[in-house]
Antibody
Framework: EVQLVESGGGLVQPGGSLRLSCAAS????????MSWVRQAPGKGLEWVAT????????FYVDSVKGRFTVSRDNAKNSLYLQMNSLRAEDTAVYSCARGAGVSWGPGTLVTVSS | DVVMTQSPLSLPVTLGQPASISCRSS???????????LSWFQQRPGQSPRRLIY???NRDSGVPDRFSGSGSGTDFTLKISRVEAEDVGVYYCMQNTHWPWTFGQGTKVEIK
C-alpha cells in the first residue's frame, strides 16, 4: 500500500524557515517524480514544486522561487521542502504527492504568523 | 502560466442524476510528446485529494465507472453518470503539460 506521511509543519514567524519532510513507502520511490502541493485554509489547491527521480530537475511555482528548495534522499525514501523567508501567504497545509498526484499524503499545516 | 477555469463553481445535484463539470485552459494542453496531461481530482470533506482521471479520460484504479473524462485541446469535461452521496466534495482539474502545473478553482458538488 502506498503511504506518504508529511512532518515538520508548525507555527513560524514571518521571515522564518521551516523544513518539511515526507516519508514514502509502498512504491519505488527512486523511480518516481515527487511533488509538493499546498492548500491555504478554505482555499483551493496550489502546486508548489516537483523534483525528478534523481533530483537533477526541479520546478517551482513563481511565488516560491528563490525561497523554497525541494530535495530528496532516495536512500531514505524521503522528500523534503526547505522553506525560507516565509510569508503570511505561505500559510497552508502542505502535502507531498507522487508524481502529478497519483497518491497524496494527509499533509502538514504550516502557519506563518507573528 | 496556464489558467484553468472551471464551471460551475457550485453544483447542486439530485441523487441518481447526472452531473457535469467543465474545465477550460488558457492554452492548449497538448504536450510535445503528443499526450494531453489533464487530470481530475476529488476532495471529499476533510480528506486529501484523490486522483480520478488522468490524461483526459483514463480512470485511476478503483474509481467507479460512473466517472468519465473527455475533451481535447483546451476544453475538458468530467461527468458523473449517476451521482451518489459519496460523491459530495470539491472537484479540481489540473494540467501538468506546462510548467508551472496549475489547478482549476474547484467545483463544489453537493446534494440538493
Amino acid at each position: 500500500e502506498v503511504q506518504l506521511v508529511e512532518s515538520g509543519g508548525g507555527l513560524v514567524q514571518p521571515g522564518g524557515s521551516l523544513r518539511l519532510s515526507c516519508a514514502a513507502s509502498g512504491f519505488t520511490f527512486s523511480g518516481s517524480w515527487m511533488s509538493w502541493v499546498r492548500q491555504a485554509p478554505g482555499k483551493g489547491l496550489e502546486w508548489v514544486a516537483t523534483i525528478n527521480q534523481d533530483g537533477s530537475e526541479k520546478f517551482y511555482v513563481d511565488s516560491v522561487k528563490g525561497r523554497f528548495t525541494v530535495s530528496r534522499d532516495n536512500a531514505k525514501n524521503s522528500l523534503y521542502l526547505q522553506m525560507n523567508s516565509l510569508r503570511a501567504e505561505d500559510t497552508a497545509v502542505y502535502s507531498c504527492a507522487r508524481g502529478a498526484g497519483v497518491s497524496w499524503g494527509p499533509g502538514t499545516l504550516v502557519t506563518v504568523s507573528s | 502560466d496556464v489558467v484553468m477555469t472551471q464551471s460551475p463553481l457550485s453544483l447542486p445535484v439530485t441523487l441518481g442524476q447526472p452531473a457535469s463539470i467543465s474545465c477550460r485552459s488558457s492554452q492548449s494542453l497538448v504536450h510535445s510528446d503528443g499526450n494531453t496531461y489533464l487530470s481530475w481530482f476529488q476532495q471529499r470533506p476533510g480528506q486529501s485529494p484523490r486522483r480520478l482521471i488522468y490524461k483526459v479520460s483514463n480512470r485511476d484504479s478503483g474509481v467507479p465507472d460512473r466517472f468519465s473524462g473527455s475533451g481535447s485541446g483546451t476544453d475538458f469535461t468530467l461527468k458523473i453518470s449517476r451521482v451518489e452521496a459519496e460523491d459530495v466534495g470539491v472537484y479540481y482539474c489540473m494540467q501538468n503539460t506546462h510548467w508551472p502545473w496549475t489547478f482549476g478553482q474547484g467545483t463544489k458538488v453537493e446534494i440538493k
